[in-house]
Nanobody
Framework: QVQLVESGGGLVQPGGSLRLSCAAS????????MGWYRQAPGKERELVAT???????NYADSVEDRFTISRDNVKNTVYLQMSSLKPEDTAVYFC????????????????WGQGTQVTVSS
């Protein structure tokens, strides 16, 4: 069984910083793209940032130059460094990863974490 476990959320003042982590565990035979999404109350889930296995990154316009996504392929972990946080960044942040599994043959499964709350408020 594969799990994605997020950590690092919390309450921060506007202009502050937080670092989210998401670790994948289980019978993993590789990980493709990883990413962070967020969902604010009453809104659709939206992409925040993604990173390929080779390190190519992509960001939503709203977080460009403020957030940095990175990954540790040895630890099967993806990070999101968030700086200059704004109240509109308040949301539940979800980790996503394309996990390579084996069951007679190799295949990829799209996996999600349980989410971690980020609240930006004074």
């Amino acid at each position: 069984q594969v799990q994605l476990v997020e950590s690092g959320g919390g309450l921060v003042q506007p202009g502050g910083s937080l670092r989210l982590s998401c670790a994948a565990s289980g019978s993993i035979f590789g990980i493709g793209a990883m990413g962070w999404y967020r969902q604010a109350p009453g809104k659709e889930r939206e992409l925040v940032a993604t990173i390929t296995s080779g390190g190519t990154t992509n960001y939503a316009d709203s977080v460009e130059d403020r957030f940095t996504i990175s990954r540790d392929n040895v630890k099967n972990t993806v990070y999101l460094q968030m700086s200059s946080l704004k109240p509109e960044d308040t949301a539940v942040y979800f980790c996503n990863a394309a996990i390579r599994l084996y069951s007679g043959s190799y295949y990829y499964r799209d996996c999600w974490g349980q989410g971690t709350q980020v609240t930006v408020s004074s």
